[in-house]
Nanobody
Framework: VQLQAFGGGLVQAGDSLRLSCTASSGHAVGWFRQAPGEERTFVAGISRSGTSTTYADSAKERFSISRDHAKNMVYLRMNSLKPEDTAVYYC????????????????????WGQGTQVTVSS
């Protein structure tokens, strides 16, 4: 299973950005981010069916995760970006018997894509 994340870039504070990830439609998918010197942290996740989503507190009001099964794509829409959102963003996936469950810790994911850099200038 190969995942590929793309769509990062350099933006200004307040801008929006949409990240994309190629992912198997049969897996639950999560987005994580890692800033220099910090641990990789959960941002948002979507279940295999796409009907269940979950967010980190930092992302609840500004980010939105969605998926398109026909295209095998998962998206992370990020609005009102802040400098503290600057990080490398990774998408990851895991198998799940449940159509509604998605893990929220890095250890709960089996497959990882390469990261895409998001830099938000103030």
């Amino acid at each position: 299973v190969q995942l590929q994340a793309f769509g990062g870039g350099l933006v200004q504070a307040g801008d929006s950005l949409r990240l994309s990830c190629t992912a198997s439609s049969g897996h639950a998918v999560g987005w994580f981010r890692q800033a220099p010197g910090e641990e990789r942290t959960f941002v948002a996740g979507i279940s295999r069916s796409g009907t269940s989503t979950t967010y980190a507190d930092s992302a609840k009001e500004r980010f939105s995760i969605s998926r398109d099964h026909a295209k095998n794509m998962v998206y992370l829409r990020m609005n009102s970006l802040k400098p503290e959102d600057t990080a490398v963003y990774y998408c990851a996936s895991h198998r799940s018997f449940s159509t509604l469950r998605v893990n929220t810790t890095p250890g709960g994911f089996e497959y990882w894509g390469q990261g895409t850099q998001v830099t938000v200038s103030s």
